[in-house]
């Protein structure tokens, strides 16, 4: 590191948001395709459900695949708004 | 028996048909009797890459639909011994590459090459996923950019997916990560993804790093493979792609900034 870099103001670089976007976004594309094909639908229509009753965010849904040794767990993470 | 290796990208623009000229001319120089393929049907560039557009006679569909065959067809390479290049057909037939064809062209081209390399098409169509099937091993090729990396992350899914060696149960395609138009100065200034990024996102083998270079365009201008433009850094970056592909150690060059006076006075 120069000197300078001392009376630089800290400051994220373009690159290092690149990456922390490209991070998010693969890793939840990954998540997708590695799943039954059944999951984006089913992610939606659980979405859709949820949303009758309270106004939640489009990614508040989450639907998981994990495997467990021979079993097979389906994840269903739902984030709620918080309360006034 | 053939080795098959796929150049895919995803995105379009990166540098497939360069890398799939300068690799295939690589490995043709190192001895191995290598065929290039255009499986880009429709949009035929590798032929003006490897300066021979004007020896196209036969192409790619043309063998499928038994038209000509294969040694009709194949241009021989008038500068590198042992190096055949395919064309593309220029139909506007999207349907005009079938599997079966495809997989009877490989086979043919099997006989007498140790490497077959596939200059796939952008995009995630039929094109590229015909010319990544029969894969034994990718370079994936890859701008330090969102959209590139992103689209290679896709790649890599159907590559572990889609392939004759991912439907069939046996060993995966070797994936190997290529990097091109790398700019260390950009990268240093904290504009451009480091090597060291796209690997940790990607997390496949990297293969080798390609600077962005003037030597590119202009090799492209002339018909030449860069690779053959021996005094050239991107040519250079090519020549160790090839090496390493072979089983030979060589550092990565091209991945630090050249410092002037200037730059090391006040960067460290």
């Given at each position: 590191m120069g000197f300078l870099d001392y009376f630089r103001a800290e400051k994220k670089t373009s690159a290092s948001l690149a990456k922390e976007r490209l991070q998010v976004i693969v890793a939840r594309e990954r998540g997708a395709r590695s799943g039954p094909d059944y999951l984006p639908a089913l992610q939606a229509d659980i979405l859709d459900v949820i949303r009758r009753y309270v106004a939640v965010d489009e990614d508040a849904v989450r639907v998981q695949v994990e495997r467990e040794g021979d079993y097979e767990v389906l994840?269903?993470?739902v984030v709620l708004p918080d309360e006034d | 028996m053939a080795r098959i290796v796929?150049?895919?990208?995803?995105?379009?623009?990166?540098?497939?048909?360069?890398?799939?000229?300068?690799?295939?001319?690589?490995?043709?120089?190192?001895?191995?009797?290598?065929?290039?393929?255009?499986?880009d049907v429709g949009l035929r560039n590798l032929d003006l890459i490897m300066g021979c557009e004007r020896r196209v006679v036969y192409d790619f569909v043309n063998v499928i639909n038994g038209e000509a065959n294969l040694n009709q067809a194949l241009i021989r390479d008038k500068r590198t011994q042992g190096l055949s290049i395919l064309p593309a057909s220029q139909t506007r037939d999207k349907?005009?590459?079938?599997f079966e064809g495809v997989q009877a062209v490989l086979e043919g081209l099997a006989e007498d090459h140790d490497y077959i390399v596939c200059d796939s098409p952008a995009g995630i169509e039929r094109g590229a996923h015909l010319a990544m099937y029969f894969a034994d091993d990718a370079l994936v090729v890859t701008n330090p950019e969102v959209s590139s990396v992103r689209d290679s992350d896709r790649v890599l899914g159907l590559l572990s997916?889609?392939?004759?060696?991912?439907?069939q149960g046996e060993d995966p395609v070797q994936e190997h990560l290529i990097i091109t138009r790398y700019v260390p100065e950009r990268v240093g200034k904290g504009e451009m993804l480091s090597v060291e990024d796209v690997g940790e996102i990607l997390s496949i083998d990297l293969l080798g790093v390609i600077p962005e270079s003037s030597a590119v365009l202009n090799a492209s201008n002339s018909g030449v493979p860069v690779i053959l433009e021996e005094q050239t850094d991107a040519g250079q970056a090519y020549d160790d792609v090839v090496a390493r592909y072979l089983g030979q150690q060589r550092e990565h060059r091209f991945i630090t900034e050249k410092k002037g006076l200037f730059g090391r006075l006040f960067k460290g």
């Open positions: 994840e269903l993470n | 796929v150049v895919t990208s995803g995105k379009g623009g990166v540098g497939k048909t360069t890398t799939s000229a300068a690799f295939a001319a690589g490995l043709a120089r190192a001895g191995h009797r290598t065929a290039v393929v255009d499986f349907d005009a590459l079938t997916s889609k392939t004759r060696r991912a439907e």
